[in-house]
């Protein structure tokens, strides 16, 4: 049985958006680029943005609910206070 030639294809660089060849010497002279490394550092820098970005948002989220918490708590209170107050009240009303 006869083999036929077959290609190696191409390897896709996601940081640099290019193919290069896909063997190991390609790839590790484009590795070795200032051009990847620069591409490297900039997706890097990218994502630490995003990161601190996303933690801030939601920490402001949790202080948001910390203080919504609390209101709903102080709400809750007063509430049952004024119901304690007009038991009480309809308490004395009826035994008088």
């Known amino acids: ?9 191409n ?3 996601d940081f640099c958006k ?4 896909n063997n190991p010497s390609s790839i590790r002279n484009h590795e070795l ?3 990847h490394k620069d ?3 900039k997706r890097l820098a990218v994502m630490r943005k995003e990161n601190a970005a996303k ?8 202080r948001a609910l910390e203080q919504i918490e609390a209101k709903a708590h ?14 009480e009240f309809h308490e004395l009303d009826d035994q008088g």
């Open 1 to 9: 049985m006869t083999e036929y030639w077959v290609s190696q294809g």
């Open 11 to 13: 390897k896709w660089c």
């Open 18 to 21: 290019i193919y290069i060849s």
């Open 33 to 35: 680029g200032q051009r």
């Open 39 to 41: 591409n490297v550092a």
């Open 55 to 62: 933690e801030k948002e939601q920490k402001e989220t949790a």
């Open 74 to 87: 102080r709400s809750y209170q007063k509430d049952k206070a004024k119901f304690e107050e007009t038991r």
